[in-house]
T-cell receptor, first 111, second 116 residues
Framework: TQLLEQSPQFLSIQEGENLTVYCNSSSVFSSLQWYRQEPGEGPVLLVTVVTGGEVKKLKRLTFQFGDARKDSSLHITAAQPGDTGLYLCAVPKWSNYQLIWGAGTKLIIKP | NAGVTQTPKFQVLKTGQSMTLQCAQDMNHEYMSWYRQDPGMGLRLIHYSVGAGITDQGEVPNGYNVSRSTTEDFPLRLLSAAPSQTSVYFC???????????????FGPGTRLTVL
């Protein structure tokens, strides 16, 4: 059983649609990170959320950390083909630089 | 800055062969790590280092060795390759600050390894 459950595992939608993906756990975390990974490349950090209930925006991407700091969501408004990629969430386990990762949501935005 | 570099990009081995995956970073980061990425399983930590001369095991260390003689380099050695080690391997580095907002991990482009 994964410590972090990401859903859905796969999502394919048309350009212009909105979508939300989730990262859930039964454990409480001090912080949570979202990364995006494009094919053939390593993951790249999008955001770190620290405070329960925190909302951060990155252009058309909105990230929220759950009030109890057990889960997080990523909402994309008016998705574009450039948003295509694998979205990964990660949390610190043993220390702030040792991360546990979810399996990811593979997102495809069709033109 | 080149960031984190990895070589080779692709590698095919036969069972029992050995090889070293190279990783280097030019950001003067203290912390470096190796992950493997398999479909449906996310990234799993193999070994990590908190500074030159210091290494420790992660979640899946069996079959792999590491060393850290300099801040810049962190090679991963497969002593006797097995088909179960077929995977994509990523090296990452980060600043060793204790703040939650200072632990961004910077990844290399990965090495795709196939063991026959």
């Amino acid at each position: 059983t994964q410590l972090l459950e990401q859903s859905p595992q796969f999502l394919s939608i048309q350009e212009g649609e909105n979508l939300t993906v989730y990262c859930n756990s039964s454990s409480v975390f001090s912080s949570l990170q979202w990364y995006r990974q494009e094919p053939g490349e390593g993951p790249v950090l999008l955001v770190t959320v620290v405070t329960g209930g925190e909302v951060k925006k990155l252009k058309r991407l909105t990230f929220q950390f759950g009030d109890a700091r057990k889960d997080s969501s990523l909402h994309i408004t008016a998705a574009q083909p450039g948003d295509t990629g694998l979205y990964l969430c990660a949390v610190p386990k043993w220390s702030n630089y040792q991360l546990i990762w979810g399996a990811g949501t593979k997102l495809i935005i069709k033109p | 800055n080149a960031g984190v570099t990895q070589t080779p990009k692709f590698q095919v081995l036969k069972t029992g062969q050995s090889m070293t995956l190279q990783c280097a970073q030019d950001m003067n980061h203290e912390y470096m790590s190796w992950y493997r990425q398999d479909p449906g399983m996310g990234l799993r930590l193999i070994h990590y280092s908190v500074g030159a001369g210091i290494t420790d095991q992660g979640e899946v260390p069996n079959g792999y060795n590491v060393s850290r003689s300099t801040t810049e380099d962190f090679p991963l050695r497969l002593l006797s390759a097995a088909p179960s080690q077929t995977s994509v391997y990523f090296c990452a580095s980060s600043y060793s600050g204790s703040s939650e907002t200072n632990n961004e991990q910077f990844f290399g482009p990965g090495t795709r390894l196939t063991v026959l």
